[in-house]
């Protein structure tokens, strides 16, 4: 098939390469312009970009598509029969959603209806979801409110983080497009019942509050994992919870209280956490006993 391609992250990559090497023809891809990298350095391409040009692919970085009338024109005189979306970024406005034969085909990253919008692996897992999955839709004007090509459920694993599950779930979005544009499934409306949204995050949303419930800390450090992460202070320094689990016993202590050398730490409800590997900004990660001793930290230390 013709096909146009449009995504930007790590997500969309196996998607694009599973189309290439399945024969169709990729007449152009969309993602996101180059960016600064960190700390001011040079402009950094997307993991899109850069698969693309490795296969040898015609790249286009708009930076708006809304109300730009010559990409709409462009995109309708490339004659495709469907286009292919993963995570791309931009909304697509109807002239485009409108101009392949068979429509825009969405890789959704959760069982639609249940969260749509910009972070459903991450939502997922913060609510403690048993499951997970992906789901193809062809694209109207709304936010993932299309109607249903094609489902596949995924488990959540009691450790999984949002790196883990991501991995899985592009593997199966692959797939997934493959089959909705091979056999070419009736469009199944979304059920009005069960709508949830995950919006998008900011780094902000990953500091911790001690007096949330242990077990929920736990699903934020693994949701969180590894953008925007999980961060906590300590006396005058902010430092990153790499990964942590809830340990199966109640204290008194008041929230955000070191209980032992070892990382344990009072939660809300009476719950208790268990540090695993920490980070200070600017040095490399450590197991939770080693970083205490570092910082000189004993029990009765507080976390803020």
Not at 160 to 189: F, K, N, Q, S, Y
Not at 211 to 227: G, L, M, N, Q, S
Request: aromatic content about 4%; glycine content about 10%; proline content about 9%.
């Amino acid at each position: 098939m013709r096909l146009a391609f449009f995504g930007s992250p790590e997500f969309a990559v196996p998607a694009l390469r599973g189309l290439v090497d399945a024969g169709h023809e990729i007449v152009a891809v969309y993602c996101q312009p180059p960016k600064p990298a960190e700390r001011g350095l040079k402009e950094t391409k997307c993991a899109v970009h850069r698969a693309a040009e490795a296969l040898g692919l015609t790249v286009r970085t708009p930076t708006r598509l809304r109300t730009k009338a010559e990409e709409h024109g462009f995109f309708a005189s490339l004659g495709l029969d469907a286009a292919v979306i993963a995570a791309y970024g931009l909304i697509l406005p109807k002239p485009m959603l409108e101009a392949p034969r068979r429509g825009c085909l969405n890789i959704h990253a959760s069982l639609l209806p249940r969260w749509r919008g910009a972070a459903p692996i991450q939502a997922a897992i913060l609510a403690g979801d048993a499951e997970t999955g992906v789901t193809i839709m062809r694209m109207d004007e709304g936010l993932d409110t299309g109607p249903m090509l094609l489902r596949e459920v995924v488990p959540i694993g009691p450790r999984d983080t949002a790196a883990t599950l991501h991995d899985r779930l592009a593997e199966v979005g692959a797939r997934l497009v493959l089959r909705a544009l091979a056999e070419d499934p009736p469009a199944i409306p979304q059920p009005a019942e069960g709508v949830t949204y995950a919006p998008k995050l900011s780094r902000t949303d990953g500091v911790i509050d001690w007096t949330r419930p242990a077990p929920e800390i736990d699903r934020k450090v693994r949701a969180f994992d590894p953008w925007p992460g999980t961060t906590a202070r300590i006396g005058t320094e902010t430092v990153k919870i790499l990964a942590a689990e809830t340990v199966e016993e109640r204290c008194e202590a008041e929230p955000g209280t070191l209980l032992d050398a070892a990382g344990r730490i009072a939660c809300g409800e009476g719950s208790v956490l268990r540090l695993l590997r920490l980070q200070r900004p600017g040095r490399a990660a450590q197991e939770a006993g080693a970083f205490l001793r570092g910082l000189r930290l004993s029990p009765g230390a507080r976390f803020s």
